[in-house]
């Protein structure tokens, strides 16, 4: 766990309901706190680790707090709510070398520019953690068009309690849905997804008590979306 240094901005594009920080170890993170709800903070943090597990380009991520001396003298509601409940804190990802411009949003016309079995991949980890949250004009992914590198973020509606298949029609890679009823690519993923379904308790477990105790999205609803894999028809888009 990390402890925020400076308070520098509210951020909109790209970020629900997030704010930009220094850490103490001198690094820009993009920090959600309780006030963008526990079960948000909860879907940040098991996305974040199931995404990591599976190699996808996610930020790195920690937990991180604010003193309370530091929250009284600032008189800002969000620090202040950092140093009730520990927050999500993810790497802030910048271009160029001053290193405090953000990435801008994927623009649907440089999909192509992804290589196939990166947008195969996340397109597969979103219908696995039921994430609707990337469509063409809201896609949540950032996009360095110098470096042609991906990274993927905002997590914070993962989870739906019931599949919907308007999912296959708006995701920004809907195109790729084809290879999801592949065999040998379901065969290839297999072993990584069981692996992180025996690790769910543990990521649940690394969270703060704070979020965890009173929250409308349990580890056992969780692990239910989860072992949807299991099943032939998930693989078998709609």
């Given at each position: 766990?990390?402890?925020?240094?400076?308070?520098?901005?509210?951020?909109?594009?790209?970020?629900?309901?997030?704010?930009?920080?220094?850490?103490?170890?001198?690094?820009?993170?993009?920090?959600?706190?309780?006030?963008?709800?526990?079960?948000?903070?909860?879907?940040?943090?098991?996305?974040?680790?199931?995404?990591?597990?599976?190699?996808?380009?996610?930020?790195?991520?920690?937990?991180?707090?604010?003193?309370?001396?530091?929250?009284?003298?600032?008189?800002?509601?969000?620090?202040?709510?950092?140093?009730?409940?520990?927050?999500?804190?993810?790497?802030?990802?910048?271009?160029?070398?001053?290193?405090?411009?953000?990435?801008?949003?994927?623009?649907?016309?440089?999909?192509?520019?992804?290589?196939?079995?990166?947008?195969?991949?996340?397109?597969?980890?979103?219908?696995?953690v039921l994430n609707?949250?990337?469509?063409?004009?809201?896609?949540?992914?950032?996009?360095?068009?110098?470096?042609?590198?991906?990274?993927?973020?905002?997590?914070?509606?993962?989870?739906?309690?019931?599949?919907?298949?308007?999912?296959?029609?708006?995701?920004?890679?809907?195109?790729e849905a084809v290879?999801?009823?592949?065999?040998?690519?379901?065969?290839?993923?297999?072993?990584?997804?069981?692996?992180?379904?025996?690790?769910?308790?543990?990521?649940?477990?690394?969270?703060?008590?704070?979020?965890?105790?009173?929250?409308?999205?349990?580890?056992?609803?969780?692990?239910?979306?989860?072992?949807?894999?299991?099943?032939?028809?998930?693989?078998?888009?709609?």
């Open positions: 766990m990390i402890a925020v240094k400076e308070f520098i901005t509210r951020l909109e594009q790209g970020y629900a309901e997030a704010f930009l920080c220094r850490g103490e170890d001198g690094r820009l993170y993009v920090v959600k706190s309780r006030l963008s709800g526990k079960a948000s903070l909860i879907r940040e943090w098991i996305c974040g680790r199931i995404a990591h597990e599976l190699g996808l380009p996610v930020p790195p991520f920690e937990l991180i707090y604010a003193d309370h001396a530091l929250a009284a003298f600032s008189g800002n509601e969000q620090l202040a709510a950092l140093a009730d409940t520990p927050g999500f804190a993810s790497r802030f990802v910048t271009q160029g070398l001053s290193g405090a411009v953000g990435l801008p949003l994927l623009n649907a016309a440089d999909v192509a520019d992804i290589p196939a079995d990166l947008r195969i991949r996340v397109l597969l980890f979103d219908w696995w609707f949250d990337r469509s063409d004009d809201n896609p949540n992914l950032l996009w360095d068009p110098l470096k042609k590198s991906l990274h993927v973020i905002d997590h914070n509606l993962a989870f739906h309690q019931s599949p919907d298949q308007s999912f296959w029609s708006e995701h920004i890679f809907r195109a290879a999801l009823s592949d065999p040998g690519f379901r065969a290839s993923e297999w072993a990584a997804m069981e692996a992180i379904l025996l690790r769910v308790p543990q990521f649940w477990s690394d969270m703060p008590d704070a979020w965890t105790e009173v929250s409308d999205l349990t580890v056992r609803d969780v692990d239910k979306i989860l072992k949807r894999c299991r099943a032939d028809d998930f693989w078998l888009p709609q």
